[in-house]
């Protein structure tokens, strides 16, 4: 279905029809929020990143020729580079080590296999309206609106859960990536 999906997006947007870059937000801007947050750890930054991003991308149109078999690789490096660039313009004495984005097989399905997996282990471990609401706005793609309607609650109250689920599963996932670039240390060896 993805597969179908990107063919249609490559298809509308190499042909300069608006609707290819809509389908492209539509299917990919709440992923690539969450991929640039691993990197700014800031939702609402995140977001600006990713909307600028998708601009620049329509902008650049006659210049950008979009493949289905690349498309999802090139949107999360994209994402990755542009949030790893914003911080380094930001604070650029402090020096953001990412070690294991250094690595090939980050970009390696495999290893976007396992991150998925932890990821969503670690939300089925969150309190129960937390997780509905994880899923809602994130797996399904829900606004807050839509979110706050579905479970008889404020946005505010939405918000307020989402923002101490991201704060969770951000220290959890550090402490994963950690353990990652551990073990491709010891493969790999010093200097990593």
Not at 61 to 84: D, E, Q, V
Not at 100 to 126: A, G, N, T
Not at 151 to 178: D, E, F, N, P
Request: one cysteine or more; glycine letters at 2%; hydrophobic letters at 45%.
């Amino acid at each position: 279905m993805t597969k179908d999906i990107d063919n249609e997006i490559c298809l509308l947007y190499n042909s300069s029809k608006i609707a290819g870059i809509e389908l492209l937000f539509t299917q990919y801007y709440k992923s690539l929020v969450l991929w640039a947050d691993v990197f700014l750890k800031n939702i609402p930054e995140s977001e600006d990143l990713v909307h600028d991003f998708i601009v620049r991308l329509w902008e650049r149109r006659m210049f950008i020729h979009l493949s289905p078999i690349t498309l999802k690789s090139y949107l999360y490096n994209a994402i990755k580079n542009s949030a790893i660039n914003k911080i380094k313009k930001k604070d650029p004495l402090r020096k953001y080590v990412l070690c294991d984005l250094q690595f090939p097989c980050i970009q390696d399905d495999l290893f976007e296999k396992m991150l998925i997996s932890r990821i969503e282990q670690e939300i089925v471990k969150l309190p129960k309206r937390s997780r509905e609401i994880v899923e809602l706005v994130y797996m399904k793609g829900k606004s807050y609106k839509q979110a706050a309607d579905t479970l008889g609650i404020s946005v505010a109250t939405v918000k307020t859960l989402l923002v101490h689920s991201l704060k969770k599963l951000r220290i959890i996932m550090a402490c994963y990536k950690q353990e990652i670039v551990t073990v491709l240390s010891i493969f790999i060896g010093p200097g990593v």
